[in-house]
């Protein structure tokens, strides 16, 4: 490469489907020794391990710049087309020999899964050819750094563009006090796919305002503007006091990437000024504290359906789709259902929007015990709701089952009543009263159900479940449940 140019890393489009992003760096004419390179050893493998999120995000790579020649070549190719000699071995793998080897590899067995599956492994060439990595498993033993290393180069790949570049400026930031013209790095040209070219690391200082009062209000502390000035400077927050005297100008440098709000920088101001010197004082505000009245509710229901001889269920909040909908007979498009973007297992793909099939299956998994099986649960079920800022909603429903030879739909019908006896709600339809039509639900036994209505407000169903709903859990006997939403009643 010319003397006097710049380094240059080209992503080759392939590498999309991967690990799309690259930035990198050179530290020109640094001085390792012993235990400088150890903590460089060591701060990657930190660095790895927390903001990398255990190199899923971001591999790094560090390479003797003097034993390879640029332009770099980030690009993705198939593991059997790969060939190289990995760090501290002797002698050329393919990277699919690559990954059966480190499948017993104690460290680097953990990183294995990241690119596994994938069709293109990630791979980086200098102009020669020679392998300087293939992220985010190993290095190539050709461009391996030691304590005589001089110049080293420094690629970060990574499936998160913002935490690669927080974590070379972090790298940069730290050993360029070890180059020959201390805190100077030496930029790399990276171009995209796309022909855009961009210049790494960007190191980007910021800066924000924050009044002083905010600052002493948070803390419970009475701080000149300066002197807070003063504490956040400690904290490498370079601050000063601009403006009608109580607005404080802070400087955020690129080592302090943690500083995403202006709370960052009161925390800042706290650990500065001492927490142990903070004055304890009484709050302003004299309260006495209650119990939440929905979980008061909740609690003395529970006692009294104990009291009516039925057994409580704790069941898990996620379930599978078809446990909600199909064997209730229900599409999953009806049922609301708030969905996980990535379930680790079937049976938890979305969150239940009835307590029902978790009481169904509770009873599956204790079929050995003597009849009758009363169960019930109060517990929150999920509902989507555009309404609401997160898009959904918790709602506590109580529901009970009572299974036997028969179906003993006036033993839940007698519950119902009982709660609502206990709830100071009258039969009939005048003054908030309650009452029961006939209605149809598809988990229910035709002209077996029944809606339940509370000063004309439906809260829900009870009735005889369907005999196809019954086999679907795997049960033999007639069930009737009932299951009402609680919260009107607060």
């Given at each position: 490469?010319?003397k006097?140019?710049?380094q240059?890393?080209?992503?080759?489009e392939?590498?999309?489907?991967v690990?799309?992003?690259a930035v990198a760096?050179?530290?020109r004419?640094i001085?390792?020794?012993k235990?400088?390179?150890?903590?460089?050893?060591?701060l990657?493998e930190?660095?790895?391990?927390?903001i990398?999120?255990?190199?899923?995000?971001?591999?790094?790579?560090?390479h003797?710049?003097?034993?390879?020649?640029?332009?770099f070549t980030?690009?993705?190719?198939?593991?059997s087309?790969?060939k190289?000699?990995?760090?501290?071995k002797?002698?050329?793998?393919?990277?699919?020999?690559?990954?059966?080897?480190?499948k017993?590899?104690?460290?680097?067995k953990?990183y294995?899964h990241i690119?596994e599956?994938?069709?293109?492994?990630?791979?980086i060439?200098d102009?020669?050819?020679?392998?300087?990595?293939?992220p985010?498993i190993?290095?190539?033993?050709?461009?391996?750094?030691?304590?005589n290393t001089r110049?080293?180069?420094?690629?970060?790949?990574?499936t998160d563009f913002?935490?690669?570049?927080i974590?070379?400026?972090?790298?940069?930031?730290?050993?360029s006090?070890?180059?020959?013209?201390q805190?100077?790095?030496?930029?790399?040209?990276?171009?995209?796919?796309n022909?855009k070219s961009?210049t790494?690391?960007?190191?980007?200082y910021?800066?924000?305002?924050?009044?002083?009062?905010?600052?002493?209000?948070?803390?419970g502390?009475?701080?000149?503007?300066t002197?807070?000035?003063?504490?956040?400077t400690?904290m490498?927050?370079?601050?000063?006091?601009?403006?009608?005297?109580?607005?404080?100008?802070?400087?955020?440098?690129?080592?302090?990437?943690d500083?995403?709000h202006?709370c960052?920088i009161v925390e800042d101001?706290?650990?500065?000024?001492?927490?142990?010197?903070?004055?304890?004082?009484?709050?302003?505000?004299?309260?006495i504290a209650?119990?939440?009245?929905l979980?008061?509710?909740?609690?003395?229901?529970?006692?009294?359906?104990a009291?009516a001889?039925?057994?409580?269920?704790?069941?898990?909040?996620?379930?599978?789709?078809e446990?909600?909908?199909?064997?209730l007979g229900?599409?999953i498009?009806?049922?609301?259902?708030?969905?996980?973007?990535?379930?680790?297992t079937?049976?938890?793909?979305?969150?239940r929007?009835?307590?029902?099939?978790?009481?169904?299956k509770?009873?599956a998994?204790?079929r050995?015990m003597p009849?009758?099986?009363?169960?019930?649960?109060?517990?929150?079920?999920?509902v989507?709701?555009?309404?609401k800022?997160?898009?959904a909603k918790?709602c506590r429903?109580?529901?009970?089952?009572?299974?036997?030879?028969?179906?003993?739909?006036?033993?839940?019908?007698?519950?119902l009543?009982?709660?609502?006896?206990?709830?100071d709600?009258?039969?009939g339809?005048?003054s908030?009263?309650?009452?029961i039509?006939a209605?149809?639900g598809?988990?229910f036994?035709?002209?077996r159900?029944?809606?339940?209505?509370?000063?004309?407000?439906?809260?829900?169903?009870?009735?005889?479940l369907?005999?196809?709903?019954?086999?679907?859990?795997?049960?033999?006997?007639?069930c009737?449940s009932?299951?009402?939403?609680?919260?009107?009643?607060?």
């Amino acid at each position: 490469m010319p003397k006097g140019d710049i380094q240059k890393l080209i992503i080759t489009e392939e590498t999309a489907k991967v690990r799309p992003f690259a930035v990198a760096a050179v530290l020109r004419n640094i001085k390792f020794t012993k235990d400088r390179y150890d903590s460089f050893i060591e701060l990657q493998e930190k660095l790895h391990q927390n903001i990398c999120r255990k190199r899923s995000l971001v591999a790094i790579g560090t390479h003797d710049l003097d034993t390879l020649s640029g332009p770099f070549t980030y690009t993705a190719k198939r593991p059997s087309d790969i060939k190289f000699k990995p760090l501290n071995k002797t002698k050329e793998y393919t990277a699919c020999e690559l990954m059966n080897i480190y499948k017993t590899d104690n460290h680097l067995k953990h990183y294995l899964h990241i690119i596994e599956s994938k069709p293109l492994y990630p791979v980086i060439y200098d102009s020669n050819g020679v392998v300087l990595s293939m992220p985010p498993i190993i290095n190539g033993n050709h461009s391996k750094i030691t304590v005589n290393t001089r110049n080293v180069f420094i690629e970060c790949t990574g499936t998160d563009f913002t935490k690669a570049k927080i974590v070379l400026d972090i790298i940069v930031t730290m050993f360029s006090e070890h180059c020959e013209n201390q805190f100077t790095v030496e930029a790399v040209e990276v171009v995209s796919p796309n022909g855009k070219s961009s210049t790494f690391p960007e190191l980007p200082y910021r800066k924000e305002m924050v009044r002083a009062d905010l600052i002493n209000k948070k803390v419970g502390i009475r701080e000149t503007p300066t002197n807070l000035a003063k504490l956040l400077t400690r904290m490498c927050l370079k601050s000063e006091v601009i403006g009608d005297g109580n607005q404080i100008e802070v400087e955020i440098p690129p080592t302090r990437a943690d500083v995403i709000h202006a709370c960052d920088i009161v925390e800042d101001a706290a650990i500065a000024y001492g927490y142990n010197n903070i004055q304890m004082t009484l709050p302003k505000t004299y309260t006495i504290a209650n119990q939440f009245p929905l979980n008061k509710l909740t609690e003395l229901l529970r006692l009294d359906m104990a009291a009516a001889g039925f057994t409580e269920a704790l069941t898990f909040a996620l379930c599978s789709q078809e446990d909600i909908a199909d064997k209730l007979g229900l599409d999953i498009s009806a049922t609301k259902a708030v969905h996980i973007s990535n379930p680790k297992t079937a049976e938890f793909q979305v969150a239940r929007t009835t307590l029902l099939p978790g009481l169904l299956k509770t009873i599956a998994a204790n079929r050995k015990m003597p009849l009758p099986l009363k169960l019930f649960e109060i517990s929150d079920i999920v509902v989507k709701d555009s309404g609401k800022d997160v898009g959904a909603k918790n709602c506590r429903h109580l529901c009970a089952v009572y299974y036997n030879k028969t179906p003993g739909f006036e033993i839940i019908h007698g519950l119902l009543d009982r709660i609502m006896q206990l709830l100071d709600v009258p039969p009939g339809e005048e003054s908030g009263g309650y009452m029961i039509k006939a209605s149809a639900g598809s988990a229910f036994f035709p002209g077996r159900c029944a809606e339940i209505f509370v000063g004309g407000q439906s809260i829900g169903k009870l009735g005889v479940l369907h005999p196809d709903v019954i086999t679907k859990f795997e049960l033999t006997m007639p069930c009737s449940s009932l299951e009402i939403n609680i919260e009107p009643f607060l």
